[in-house]
């Protein structure tokens, strides 16, 4: 496997504050050309091209970590700059305004909604299995009859992916934004059909794991690559 | 849900070893190859054990996480001699995206609470290693079957759910490495009775197997071993003559197949389970 040679090698943070895999995020980034560098420095962070939030783990900790190490004003300053904000897993969930994971906790509030617990009722003969572990489909939101059917997905970081695409998950609860139309790709678990990635403005989330995605994963970090090389000759051509 | 099909790497200082009831190890060549080709092929995610645990140094496992992690995007557990939080953080820090213990939460069970609150539950797979007694009840082992804790493996499955458990990876230890086909009656009473994934592990010989576990067991995923690399031994042999630094190579080098178990690729038992109605992803 080639890694991906691109002639500006954009810098992304990913976010450590203490929880979450950052090694098979890191590779993936190196992977497809991308320039990262795992920090906890408020500077760095607010000064990369993107930032990435991970995250496995429970919320109220998240937060906690994130408020204890002082890195939500740079995550917002950049995010306010209109760089690429990417939050993957519990880093996806922490965007949102609050979480009921293990009582109330306020989010980041950065997309108004929230988070809450698969529903893991009875379906047919077999209980659902939580958490939601393994490969599930992503697929593009459902659009009401007659609507112009142009393709959410293009000029996204999903974009060239085929509706129904496999993603790897780990989630035990899941987020529901109060706008619909931040919802970039639905998956469906047992009778619960949940939104699996969102986009709005220059924010882009994924309750699945792209870096453990195999190739289809890849494509996502390659399109996150091509909209920061773009932006970055944008800023250019503007200088 | 599409079920997951897993190879299980069981590593022995630089090598990947296969034994029967993790007993009379043999090398059968480089792990990183084989992961690799599993990679390339459909595995849904791999596993890593340390077939010799504690026993030595884990230098070596590490190492080999490492520089799979970074060439490989899927998920990767790791397990075998785990002893603590902060083993599990180093493990984690090689680049495993999920560890798998039992023999020190057995022995002290407090460790599946601290390890699922530190790293959240979803990192944390219990694997419960059992031998059927008398009454269709089985017994948990530790120590890759060396030593009997006079625990009820049902008991404990329940246990380590309660104790925050992500997922239970289920080996028969009687039919390990032998090809007759996993428990089913093990794999389904855990399977039914707790709300987390179950991983299948330990007997299967042939794509039937496979099949039968996952309908009649009611396993959410199938890890295999012999199965696998058997066939890639066969049909990749590794010519390098690196392999040999250590263990029993004589297998390898003898090139004989190895009877009880029909060798197969990921491709194919995906083809068949999907014939079976089963939803496979990567499914040929």
Redesign the interface.
Known sequence: ?MRDDSPVKPNVAIVDYG?G?L??IR??CI?VGLDPMVTSSGTEIAGADAVLLPG???FGDAMAALERRDLIAPIRESMDAGKPLVGIC?GMQLLMSESFEFGRHRGLGLIEGDVRQID?ANHGS??L???H????RVCRPCMNEGEPVADPWTASPLQGLKDGE?M?F???YHVVPTDPSVVLSTTR?GDTLFCSSLRRGSVFATQF?P?????T??QVYRNIRDILVSNHERGKHLA | MPVRIIPRLDIKGPNLVKGIHFEGLRVLGKPERFARYYYETGADELIYMDAVASLYGRNSLLDIVEKTAREIFIPLTVGGGLRSVDDIRKTLRAGADKVSVNTAALARPELIREAARSFGSSTIVVSIEAIRRADRRFEAFTDFGRECTGVDAFEWALRAVDLGAGELMVTSIDREGTGKGFDLDLVRSIAEAVPVPVIACGGAGSVKHVQDVLEQGLADAVCLASMLHYDYVATHPDNSGDYAGEGNTDFISSGRGFSPVQGTTIPEIKRHLVQQGADCRCAP
């Open positions: 496997m929880l895999n090694f098979s590779h993936a992977h496995v783990g429970a519990l893991g077999r209980p299995k939580i958490p572990v393994g490969w599930n496999y790897y780990v989630h035990s678990y794991h870096e453990r995605s195999g190739q994963g890849l």
